[in-house]
């Protein structure tokens, strides 16, 4: 009876951890399965629309040298081709030695391709192995369009499919766990990737013949019977759900299935129940032995529990005080140890070291979470190793680490260098700088909370500049001091009509009036005139940018609308809107309930929006700009160039104009990097039917070599200044 109920709940137990861990590892396969997609997607929707473009040269090993520099970027990409509507091969940066490609002629690879030239989205084709290179591979494919609509040829990636190289290369599974995905083609139900855990695989079986129906159903089938529900509420469900089944081989196994809307793909993955039985036996087995000790020897069992539970109470005290990715302190130990019980004693003179690692989120963004991990573990085995016993590493969370220094030899240029040295991870390469910020006991303060504070504010002089250190001084308070005071002040701002608009004029190729851009001033009565440089930062911050935001849209609004109506005529008014501004929940409704008061024209109105749009805000703001647009309000791409995905951004924001830096501008005549960067802007924008404008415009000679290059509208000090709105109808009067 004990060992059956024992059996029982192990067994209850041990499958819903399993499911759980299914579940989770499905959403980590999807996520970087879909993320994969997505960026491939966008990827070859560029890369094709820029082999098109009668603008590039017609030299196809010019661009094959685009279709290198991405490979190299992905070890688990093989190549890139790009194919006419017909299905002839054109383009590849592989050697095939003389063979002419047509997919249409490739019995796997037909179905696909006529799927693909009548999709807007990428398509997934058949694994099949492809005899040129000699590799079992995966296609993605991708139509491209004219202006028109058109398909005028199709992109294609080959991803290896291989057990030791795949797009699941850097996932990490267990080895009694299983990933499969499944697509159904015209023919049948075809296998996309197996990681095939358990033995070797028969590819030429697996990849190569449709899988049986009755089997690819069965799961399918049995997972709408326990939910009752149908086929297409279970594709549209977006959610993972739990299975009982067998695999090819008759195995028991449980596990999570999945299916992909946008590229049509079954996800599963699973455990064999063979491994959760053994997990029983191992168990029964563990029991049987403890109670025939606990009968023999009752004493020594009790003693051995304390000892356990001793164990288990250290652990979760690690656990508790330390950082579970990379084993260092975490700050709850350095407050328990150093700021609060001093277990820890700093020496005298000892630094506070405070890291913040330069632009980490574009490792994440780019390589993935998981990557990004590895690199934190490789730094905090570098510092461990490169700081003595006496000193003590621990990371803050993040992309943050704490040093205390009591060694003293050690000194910060030191360990930028330590953190700068090449990291090899997965076959790539990355380099990375950092940010550092040190305060020194007991000179600078007495207990541990300030001088992390003081080093915090070193760190944050030492990021405007990147991979470079600043020691905290008082001026450095002193400045965050005036910070306060700025904010204390912009509380009151609004109240005092101390904050006021200024406009500068945005002038056409032709010399006409496009339009003006909004940008606010403020001049306070204890401060003096404050740039909007320091303090819009601040009021984005504090959140205060919503309430100034709204003033300046309304103010901007009314006094252009004054301006319409004494000189009889309009122009395009430009107001930048900031992120934190776009996150609130009501911003369109407010942003049309002040043009419904103010009876304003919204297809006269432009928004700027930043090109440093948070990554992960994007599912969220993507709707909310496609709705702006919808209301007739154009929207600007602020900063141009100067963001980490420019292209990926282009590809999903319905985007009116674009706005190229004023720093690639002031270099234009004498840096051939600028030069180029800003062509190929320019050209990027015309590819997406937008609007070009360069900002910062200065000379004659900056215009006549940006009206060479196309582009299409101009602001800057070269035709004005920003204008309160009296001098802005004396300047349009004198056009």
């Not at 137990?13 to 491939?40: A, C, G, M, P, Y």
């Not at 023999?296 to 304390?306: A, P, R």
């Not at 776009?582 to 002040?594: A, D, G, Q, S």
Request: overall charge negative; charged content about 25%.
């Amino acid at each position: 009876m004990v060992f059956g109920a024992f059996t029982y709940i192990k067994y209850t137990e041990l499958q819903s951890i399993v499911r759980q861990k299914n579940e989770q590892d499905i959403t980590n396969v999807t996520k970087i399965f879909h993320d994969f997609l997505v960026q491939s997607e966008t990827m070859l929707q560029v890369v094709g629309t820029t082999v098109v473009n009668p603008h590039i040269s017609k030299n196809p090993k010019e661009k094959t040298k685009i279709f290198d520099a991405l490979q190299e970027m992905n070890p688990a990409v093989i190549g890139f081709g790009y194919l006419d509507p017909q299905g002839n091969l054109l383009i590849s940066n592989k050697d095939l030695h003389g063979k002419k490609i047509n997919a249409l002629e490739i019995k796997e690879a037909k179905s696909s391709f006529k799927e693909t030239l009548k999709s807007q989205h990428l398509v997934i084709g058949r694994s099949f192995f492809f005899k040129p290179l000699g590799q079992w591979i995966l296609p993605l494919r991708k139509a491209i369009h004219d202006k028109n609509g058109r398909v005028v040829g199709v992109m294609a990636i080959a991803i290896i499919n291989t057990q030791k190289k795949n797009l699941f290369s850097g996932f990490e599974t267990e080895l009694d766990e299983d990933v499969l995905l499944i697509k159904n083609f015209p023919t049948g139900y075809y296998r996309l990737f197996y990681s095939n855990k358990k033995g070797n695989l028969d590819a030429q079986k697996f990849y190569g013949e449709s899988c049986p129906k009755n089997t690819c159903t069965s799961v399918i089938n049995q997972v709408l019977g326990l939910n009752h529900i149908t086929l297409q509420e279970l594709k549209n469900s977006n959610k993972v759900f739990s299975f009982f089944s067998k695999d090819i081989q008759g195995r028991a196994i449980n596990g999570a299935l999945y299916y992909d809307t946008k590229y049509k793909v079954w996800i599963s993955v699973y455990h064999y129940n063979s491994a959760i039985t053994q997990e029983i036996y191992k168990d029964i087995a563990l029991l049987v032995l403890l109670y025939i000790v606990m009968m023999l020897l009752f004493y020594f069992l009790f003693k051995s529990i304390e000892k356990y539970e001793n164990a288990k109470e250290r652990d979760l005290l690690f656990k508790t005080t330390h950082d579970l990715l990379t084993n260092l302190p975490n700050r709850a130990f350095i407050y328990e140890n150093v700021y609060h019980s001093s277990k820890f004693i700093m020496q005298n003179g000892a630094q506070i070291i405070f890291i913040d690692l330069d632009n980490f989120k574009n490792i994440n963004d780019t390589f993935g979470h998981i990557f990004g991990d590895k690199i934190l573990v490789i730094i905090a085995k570098r510092l461990q190793a490169f700081f003595t016993e006496i000193d003590l590493v621990a990371r803050q969370g993040g992309d943050e680490f704490i040093i205390i220094n009591n060694s003293q030899n050690k000194n910060p240029q030191e360990v930028i260098e330590v953190i700068a040295m090449p990291y090899i991870v997965d076959d790539i390469e990355v380099r990375l700088g950092a940010s550092i910020g040190v305060s020194v006991y007991p000179d600078d303060a007495q207990d541990f909370d300030t001088l992390l504070s003081l080093a915090d504010i070193a760190m944050y002089e030492a990021k405007k500049v990147k991979n470079s250190y600043e020691f905290f001084t008082k001026e450095m308070q002193e400045k965050n001091r005036v910070n306060i005071v700025i904010e204390q002040e912009l509380r009151s701002a609004l109240q005092k009509n101390e904050i006021y608009m200024v406009y500068q004029p945005q002038i056409a190729a032709d010399g006409t009036l496009h339009g003006v851009e909004a940008l606010v001033r403020w001049e306070n009565e204890k401060l003096g005139f404050v740039s909007p440089e320091e303090f819009i930062p601040i009021a984005e911050a504090t959140g205060l940018i919503l309430e100034l935001g709204t003033y300046i849209t309304n103010r901007s609004l009314l006094e252009i609308k004054k301006i319409y109506a004494q000189l009889g005529r309009t122009f395009q008014l430009s107001v930048n809107v900031s992120i934190v501004q776009l996150m609130e929940n009501h911003f369109l409704k407010n942003i049309l309930e002040v043009i419904h008061n103010v009876q304003f024209d919204a297809s006269l109105l432009t928004l700027e929006v930043t090109e440093r749009l948070p990554i992960e805000e994007l599912d969220y703001v993507l709707p909310l700009l496609k709705s702006i647009g919808a209301e007739g309000i154009s929207l600007s791409l602020d900063d141009f160039g100067t963001g980490y995905s420019s292209l990926s951004i282009l590809t999903k924001l319905p985007i009116n104009e674009l706005k190229i830096d004023k720093a690639f501008i002031d270099e234009l005549l004498y840096s051939h990097k600028d030069k180029n960067l800003v062509k190929t802007i320019i050209n990027i924008g015309k590819n997406f039917s937008m609007d070009v404008l360069a900002e910062g415009t200065e000379s004659e000679e900056q215009v006549d070599k940006l009206k060479e290059y196309g582009c299409d509208i101009f602001q800057g000090y070269y035709y004005s200044k920003p204008l309160k709105k009296e001098d802005l109808i004396t300047f349009i009067r004198s056009l």
